[in-house]
């Protein structure tokens, strides 16, 4: 939070990541950013448990129906994810905010993303699945509107991973790529 992340995304792999999203959405106060989320949304039941934690967003590595109408009925902030130009579009149809095409770098990176773009250029993306922080310019030429990047963020300390995020944030934004 102290790095000036917009988004901050609290998966259900993590222990007790209903709890850990409720004390940061209390440690934040008020309204965001960042907005705080959880990732890994994957069924009926974790959208459901998400939305009551108090997620601003839900992320989900797959396109779930289920998942798209919790997040409607709470009006959630939607991510759902996709890899193949099917499920993107189904993604949308479904009412995704943003479709989170996963995982990109073993399909070709921002080559697969430049290509599956070129007829779905109007379908906001973001580009995910582990990558480097100096990847995010690639991917950003290849049509990527947001990224989602984790452990790649984390320094040794405090000060490297603030320096890391504020990297990010630069390139993100496209300055210094």
């Known amino acids: 939070m102290a790095g000036g992340l917009e988004l901050i995304e609290v998966t259900f792999t993590v222990p007790g990541a ?31 448990r998400a939305a009551a934690a108090g997620a601003e967003f839900l992320v989900s ?29 189904r993604a949308q149809e479904l009412g995704a905010d943003i ?20 007829p779905l250029g109007d379908i906001p993306m973001l580009a ?7 990847e995010i310019p690639d991917y950003r030429a290849a049509g990527a509107s947001a990224f989602g990047i984790g ?3 984390l320094g040794e300390d405090d000060e490297s991973t603030q320096a890391t995020i504020a990297r990010a944030i630069e390139l993100a934004r496209g300055a210094n790529s």
Request: glycine share 12%; net charge negative; hydrophobic share 40%.
């Open 151 to 153: 452990a790649p963020l």
């Open 18 to 48: 209903e709890r850990l999203v409720s004390e940061l959405l209390e440690q934040r106060g008020g309204q965001g950013p960042p907005f705080i989320g959880m990732g890994t949304v994957t069924t009926r039941e974790r959208a459901e």
């Open 61 to 89: 590595p797959n396109t779930s129906e289920d998942v798209a109408e919790i997040s409607r009925d709470n009006d959630l902030f939607l991510v759902l994810g996709a890899l193949s130009a099917t499920e993107i579009v």
């Open 99 to 118: 479709v989170k095409v996963f995982p990109l770098p073993p399909v070709g990176g921002p080559a697969y993303l430049r290509a599956v773009r070129q």
């Open 128 to 134: 995910s699945g582990g990558f480097a922080v100096d």
